[in-house]
């Protein structure tokens, strides 16, 4: 299916600073989406912002694929920044999972 988008920026040390995510977050990407978050986990700075926006769909498997990238992250002992715009839906569906505060969602609700 692959109608999700996955961009890597690039620091002056050429380690990935920011990630932007968008489009179909959905179950049928699933396959792909990790192969883009394994290709990057050894590739990252030490403090990383990544953007999810211009979401058309997005369901568990991404979340669930997410906090994966996010424990490994942790592992690392990498810093990671998030920036979300989501629609109301997309939203509750975060908080419904119970990982809006995880996820340092609290800024959406402001």
């Given at each position: 299916m692959e109608?999700?988008?996955f961009r890597k920026t690039l620091?002056?040390?050429g380690r990935i600073v920011g990630i932007e995510i968008s489009g179909l977050l959905i179950l049928e990407n699933s396959q792909e989406l990790k192969k883009e978050f394994l290709s990057v986990i050894d590739c990252l700075n030490n403090q990383v912002k990544i953007s999810v926006s211009n979401v058309s769909?997005?369901?568990l498997s991404f979340i669930q694929l997410l906090m994966a990238f996010i424990r490994q992250m942790n592992v690392a002992h990498l810093a990671y920044q998030f920036e979300w715009n989501l629609d109301e839906d997309q939203k509750t569906?975060?908080?419904n999972v119970g990982l809006s505060n995880e996820l340092n969602m609290n800024n959406l609700y402001a």
């Open positions: 109608n999700f988008t620091g002056e040390q769909d997005i369901d569906l975060f908080e």
